[in-house]
């Protein structure tokens, strides 16, 4: 029997013992775990800090039905149930979004959150056995460590083939330049070489880290771990990169640098990926995928091509299944997944649709697939937290619809460049009708005048009586209401 197969018998042995291990205490309290994530600046820690924000402090959810219907009488945070995972810091992340008006630190590392709530039910029978409760485990984890799933049905060959063949695209060949002279200089036959192991992956890190910065906005970039390493910096199972391997060549001669790069690759999905995938992502009952189009857009048409192919990737490690009770004891499914546009506060909210056209376009073959395995699938446009307003301004005796807010530090717009006090109103512009035209080669929204800033958290509003309102949001209500409503039903 192949070791793989092996492998993927003893991890669903691994699940089903898990979930039946988790059993007990879903009896007594019933628990949902909904997992958060969105490639880098997606909007991840915001969103989270949102949602627990607004439920705890009453905020204005009306498309939430059961808080628009005052069924929730209480959500308060809890300890989590995994003691060896990071506590997610709601508080910090609180304090920064309304004290210093500044955006939380991205998403570095798994992290967790328990929040109880306690609420009516909607049906007359149910509520005559009294109140109900949920523990809602939100699970935090960097989108880059999805993509690293799909490396578990890769061997290192075909990962080499397809990690150099994207770095010799046309949209990346110039930021693999070193990378690709040195991987030109190795014979992956010669004698196994650890400088030159080590040369060859901090180069390859060094073109990752290239792709994804702003001007490029370039998503496809596994192995996750390279950018953001943590305490496995410098460690062998990180030091490996892509060598320029035949289609049809023979396993790698014992000794050399061929199969150093072949045992590193396989120790990472081993003891980085594999580890991931069993304690975390193969847990979860509901999914919200955060995608920053509007990023993607800014960079054009290849990084949106880009993005698709990274979303395809991810959606190929999902679990996605219909839910049922005697089902999910022995293996558990995501049974709902949301795939959210954020940063919507971005764009006028005539432009809203436009932008779910796009990320429809962006998810499709993902989407298709889940919803033909039974998980429910939507997509929308939301801002977790909302940083501008919306006005109307005259422009050659034109009235243009805009929106207000205050730009980050060192934004620039038409040679200008904000300090990050003062307030400007701007007309960003307009997507197109027709979500293909931005994905054409030679696209370029920024020629028809079309550009995304990005601002600063809001000033909290306050009641007549002086009370501080929760954060502001577009259509947060409506994403609880998919990922977590009928729970509370």
Same mark, same amino acid.
């Not at 994530?37 to 905020?59: D, E």
């Not at 009294?130 to 060959?157: F, N, Q, S, T």
């Not at 501008?388 to 460049?417: K, Y």
């Given at each position: ?14 699940? /089903? ?10 009896l007594a309290v019933p628990s949902l775990r909904l997992g958060v994530t969105g490639l880098a600046r997606s909007g991840k820690t915001v969103f989270i800090t949102a949602l627990v924000h607004n439920l705890m402090h009453g905020g204005r959810l009306p498309l939430f039905s059961a808080a628009a219907s005052g069924r929730i009488a209480e959500a308060r ?5 995994? @003691? ?33 709530? @306690? ?47 994207? /770095?010799?695209?046309?949209?990346? *060949? ?18 196994? @070489? ?19 910065? %702003?001007?490029?906005?370039? *998503? ?25 391997m035949e289609d049809d060549a023979p396993p790698p001669r014992p000794g050399s640098l061929a199969a150093m790069m072949e045992r590193r690759y396989e120790a990472y999905k081993a003891h ?15 999914? $919200?995928?955060?995608? %920053? ?43 709902? $997944? ?19 056209? $796009? ?54 717009? %038409? ?14 512009? %307009?997507? #197109? ?7 054409? #080669? ?43 409503? @009928?729970?509370?039903?």
């Amino acid at each position: 029997m192949p070791r793989s197969l092996i492998s993927r018998l003893a991890d669903e042995a691994r699940y /089903a013992f898990d979930n039946i291990s988790g059993l007990a205490g879903d009896l007594a309290v019933p628990s949902l775990r909904l997992g958060v994530t969105g490639l880098a600046r997606s909007g991840k820690t915001v969103f989270i800090t949102a949602l627990v924000h607004n439920l705890m402090h009453g905020g204005r959810l009306p498309l939430f039905s059961a808080a628009a219907s005052g069924r929730i009488a209480e959500a308060r945070l809890e300890p989590q149930p995994d @003691d060896a995972v990071p506590r997610f810091d709601v508080e910090s992340h609180v304090a920064a979004l309304t004290g210093e008006r500044v955006w939380p630190h991205s998403t570095r590392q798994v992290s967790e959150l328990r929040l109880t709530i @306690d609420y009516e039910s909607a049906s007359f029978l149910s509520r005559n056995f009294g109140r109900g409760r949920l523990h809602l485990d939100i699970v935090d984890y960097p989108g880059e460590w999805l993509l690293d799933l799909p490396l578990l049905a890769k061997d290192y060959a075909t990962f080499s083939r397809e990690a150099v063949k994207a /770095a010799r695209s046309e949209a990346r *060949s110039h930021l693999a330049n070193a990378y690709l002279a040195t991987l030109a200089a190795c014979d992956p036959k010669a004698e196994a @070489d650890e400088a030159a192991a080590r040369r060859l992956a901090a180069e390859f890190t060094a073109y990752l880290a290239a792709c994804r910065a %702003d001007e490029h906005a370039l *998503s496809m970039l596994p192995p996750g771990r390279f950018l953001m390493p943590g305490d496995l910096d410098g460690s062998p199972a990180l030091t490996f990169a892509p060598l320029d391997m035949e289609d049809d060549a023979p396993p790698p001669r014992p000794g050399s640098l061929a199969a150093m790069m072949e045992r590193r690759y396989e120790a990472y999905k081993a003891h980085v990926v594999r580890p991931f995938f069993r304690e975390h992502f193969a847990r979860l009952d509901r999914q $919200i995928v955060l995608v %920053d189009a509007l990023h993607a857009l800014n960079a054009g048409p290849a990084a949106l091509a880009d993005l698709e192919t990274a979303l395809a990737e991810i959606l190929t490690a999902f679990r996605p299944g219909r839910a049922s009770w005697l089902f999910s004891i022995l293996n558990r499914r995501i049974d709902r $997944i949301l795939f959210a546009a954020t940063k919507a506060d971005h764009l006028h909210h005539e432009d809203h649709d436009r932008l779910e056209a $796009i990320l429809e376009r962006l998810v499709r073959r993902g989407a298709e697939q889940a919803s033909f395995r039974g998980a429910e699938v939507d997509v929308m446009a939301l801002a977790a937290v909302r940083a501008t307003r919306e006005a109307t301004v005259l422009h050659d005796g034109q009235s243009l619809p805009a929106i207000l807010g205050t730009p980050l530090a060192g934004e620039s717009v %038409d040679g200008e460049t904000y300090d990050g006090k003062a307030e400007i109103a701007m007309f960003p512009g %307009d997507l #197109p009708d027709d979500p293909e035209a931005v994905f054409r #080669p030679g696209a370029d929204l920024g020629k028809a005048g079309v550009r995304f800033l990005r601002f600063r958290p809001p000033k909290l509003e306050r009641t007549a009586e002086g009370v501080t309102l929760s954060l502001p949001h577009i259509r947060l209500d409506r994403a609880l209401d998919f990922l977590i409503g @009928d729970r509370l039903a």
